[in-house]
């Protein structure tokens, strides 16, 4: 049976033992799940479900929120970039970092700054895995914002993990696609996107080395030229490419969403190209789509585009 108590007096009892590295062990009637995770918490006051990401944000503040995020690599080695030297390198600054207990798995409780768009973002990150998967839980406020920082990391230390919750990590979504209709087969979900590829092996071994990543942006953003979006967003990703001219850049819609198509080639790996899709919401934002695959395999572009024809929001 779950046990009432006050969020005064859950917060209160944290805040002396989280020098001793420890998270509640018990749900309250004031906990609640993050949709499509096993992850339960008491949000801030005035934080809502976000319908943007998994995790919880102040509707009226969107410099605040907490958002959750599975990485599919080790804990061992994910956690090697949460030091000062390599965080520097990425404009952030250490302030704390500890070790902590969630639910069996080993974890890192992080305090950092990072500045962006003119601003200094503090962030309260706590992240644990084993050695198939990472999950980081962000809580992100601005730095001036001295007591919602506190609050958000007063939250973030409510956290419960139910290892042996069945989860369907599809239905924080909100939208789906068919991979039925192509020869791949759907491996995780990582942030707001899906990773679809042949064997469920990351990074895969298939003869074509054919994989979907899908995406859909977190916030609401005001896109003058799309076309040129497209295009430049290809330098947002960690390998380079290039636009293959010769076979255009298109227009495209799914699902009565506006968008474009285009093929690129990696100038890293050798005979890598990439077939990049991205659809403009009419509110804001834009839903992102990119398969990769070994040049010249036309069974992974047909598969490829048949499941990126699938997309369907969620009425």
Known sequence: MIKRISITTLF??????????????????????????????IPPDSFQPSNNFKGFQNPSDQTSMIMTMEILGPYS?????????????RGMELKEKKEIKVAEFNGLLIELDQPANEMVFSKQ?????????????????????LQLGEKIKQSVLTTIVESNLKIN????LNYTLDENVGSLKFKAVIGNGMLFNRDLITPTESFDKATLLTDKSFTKV???????????RLKKYSEDYSVITSKGINEIEIDNLKGFELFAKSNDKKNEEMYQVILFDESGGYYLFVGTYMEESERAISDIKNIIKTFKRNK
Do not use: W
């Not at 009892?13 to 339960?40: A, M």
């Not at 050695?131 to 601005?142: A, D, H, P, Q, R």
């Open 222 to 232: 005001d896109i003058e030229n799309k076309k040129i979006f497209c295009i430049s």
């Open 77 to 89: 080695e994910v956690t090697k970039g949460f030091n000062s030297e390599i965080l520097k390198t």
């Open 12 to 41: 209160f009892s944290i805040s002396l033992i989280v020098f001793g590295q420890e998270l509640p062990k018990e749900k309250t009637e004031n906990h609640q799940q993050i949709s499509g995770t096993n992850i339960f918490m």
């Open 169 to 172: 990590p599809r239905e924080a």
């Open 125 to 145: 990150i706590l992240i644990y895995g084993n050695e198939n998967s990472t999950t980081l839980i962000n809580g992100v406020y601005l730095k001036d914002s």
